[in-house]
């Protein structure tokens, strides 16, 4: 257990649905991160929050939507996804600032299967 | 774009010592963090390095040279429970971190 919680642990979806991936970190931290890990590939970030407000997005299509409602919980909203969305899905917190500055805690991650 | 690269794989015997290299190309530098990653797990946080030199935590040792864009993970007394991935990842000049592939590491009996 990191402190960094993220549901469900594996999900399966048509490329019509429409879900949610949600993290909650019990750290106190004030920023939060989304990553996208796929197979032989370096995590790619998807969005960073940082007190609340949105202060990173990588290019990343609009079928992917976070939502930050405050500094404990990040949900990830997906909607007509694609098959090579497949992926670990990765929620990370961290302080911004202080001793241990930018030391990402990682949760176990959420496994998004497309068909 | 920044540029990380690790070996894909390595094996090693229990008992051994293993050298995880990472080599990088990024605009400008604010540190090397290492993480290990057990299949179906979080990444976790073993080392950061952002002077030159050598940083050792237990069986565990990071050294990094700034000057030639190299750092080194060192597992020593290798344990069957030391098999996982080894991410190498790298603080960008905007204080973005890039992360390399993944280095996995398999420890055989």
């Known amino acids: 257990e990191t402190g960094v919680t993220q549901t469900p642990r594996h999900l399966v979806m048509g490329m019509t649905n429409k879900k949610s991936l949600k993290c909650e970190q019990h750290?106190?931290?004030?920023?939060m991160y989304w990553y996208k890990q796929s197979a032989k590939k370096p995590l790619e970030l998807m969005f960073v929050?940082?007190?609340?407000?949105?202060?990173e997005n990588n290019s990343v299509p609009s079928r992917f939507s976070p939502e930050c409602p405050n500094s404990s919980h990040l949900f990830l909203h997906l909607h007509t996804l694609q098959p090579e969305d497949s992926a670990l899905y990765l929620c990370?917190?961290?302080?911004?600032?202080?001793?241990?500055?930018?030391?990402?805690?990682f949760g176990a991650g959420s496994r998004l299967t497309v068909l | 774009g920044q540029n990380i690269d690790q070996p894909t794989e390595m094996t090693a015997t229990e008992g051994a010592i293993v050298q995880i290299n990472c080599t990088y190309q990024?605009?400008?530098?604010?540190?090397l963090f290492w993480y290990q990653q057990h299949a179906g797990e979080a990444p976790t946080f073993l080392s950061y390095?952002?002077?030159?030199g050598l940083e050792e935590k237990g069986r565990f040792s990071s050294f990094l040279s700034r000057s030639k864009g190299y750092s080194y993970l060192l597992l020593k007394e290798l344990q069957m429970k030391d098999s996982a991935s080894y991410l190498c990842?790298?603080?960008?000049?905007?204080?973005?971190?890039?992360f390399g592939a993944g280095t996995t590491v398999t420890v055989r009996a």
């Open positions: 990024t605009s400008g530098f604010n540190g």
């Open positions: 750290l106190g931290h004030n920023a």
């Open positions: 990370a917190s961290s302080q911004t600032s202080g001793s241990g500055a930018n030391v990402l805690t």
């Open positions: 990842a790298v603080v960008s000049n905007d204080y973005k971190l890039s």
């Open positions: 929050y940082s007190l609340e407000e949105r202060v």
């Open positions: 390095n952002v002077l030159d």
